[in-house]
């Protein structure tokens, strides 16, 4: 019971020592708000340079790199050039071809499970889950490096094609 007394009957602080006390917690305040406008910065730095690249696997047509290699492909200060490797290059045509395979033996296998499972229904939404579209899409770029042309391959989906094409 002692204890309780003397935590509410504390004495007063001097308005030195609550100056001290406001001063000290004005400073952690302002720490606090340097390091979420450095934490700020970094993010937006990043995002940043993630608008201004993407990276692709070269499927081939460029040979100083090799086939499957994941190239990062950054945007050039040049009209319709980019940073290609480790060169500029500029790219003259862009084109992206949507190709897609489903897996039959995955249709089928699930079709079975989900027969087995729940009857027809789960035939039907087997079939469908085990046989979804594997995306195999490729852009095609038709580049020019020092005079000469290169068509080069990539992977990409739909949505690496237009972070592509804006960097263009």
């Not at 019971?1 to 001097?14: I, S």
């Not at 989906?157 to 804006?166: C, G, H, M, V």
């Given at each position: 019971?002692?204890?309780?007394?003397?935590?509410?009957?504390?004495?007063?602080?001097?308005q030195e020592e609550k100056d001290r006390v406001k001063e000290e917690k004005e400073r952690i305040r302002q720490e606090k708000i340097k390091k979420g406008?450095?934490?700020?910065?970094?993010?937006?730095?990043?995002?940043?340079?993630?608008?201004?690249?993407?990276?692709?696997?070269?499927?081939?047509?460029?040979?100083?790199?090799?086939?499957?290699?994941?190239?990062?492909?950054?945007?050039?200060?040049?009209?319709?050039?980019?940073?290609?490797?480790?060169?500029?290059?500029?790219?003259?045509?862009?084109?992206?071809?949507?190709?897609?395979?489903?897996?039959?033996?995955?249709?089928?296998?699930?079709?079975?499970?989900?027969?087995?499972?729940?009857?027809?229904?789960?035939?039907?939404?087997?079939?469908?889950?085990?046989g979804r579209k594997k995306d195999d899409s490729i852009v095609a770029l038709l580049i020019n490096e020092n005079g000469i042309d290169y068509t080069v391959?990539?992977?990409?989906?739909?949505?690496?094609?237009?972070?592509?094409?804006?960097?263009?």
């Open positions: 019971m002692g204890f309780l007394k003397n935590l509410f009957n504390q004495p007063e602080l001097t406008q450095e934490k700020l910065e970094q993010l937006q730095q990043k995002m940043q340079e993630l608008d201004e690249n993407v990276e692709l696997e070269h499927l081939g047509g460029y040979p100083k790199i090799k086939a499957g290699k994941t190239v990062k492909i950054k945007k050039s200060p040049g009209q319709n050039q980019i940073n290609f490797g480790s060169n500029v290059v500029t790219v003259k045509a862009i084109e992206w071809s949507e190709k897609g395979k489903r897996s039959a033996g995955k249709a089928a296998a699930g079709a079975i499970a989900g027969g087995l499972l729940t009857g027809g229904v789960g035939l039907i939404a087997g079939a469908a889950i085990g391959y990539f992977r990409a989906d739909q949505k690496e094609y237009q972070e592509l094409a804006s960097l263009l």
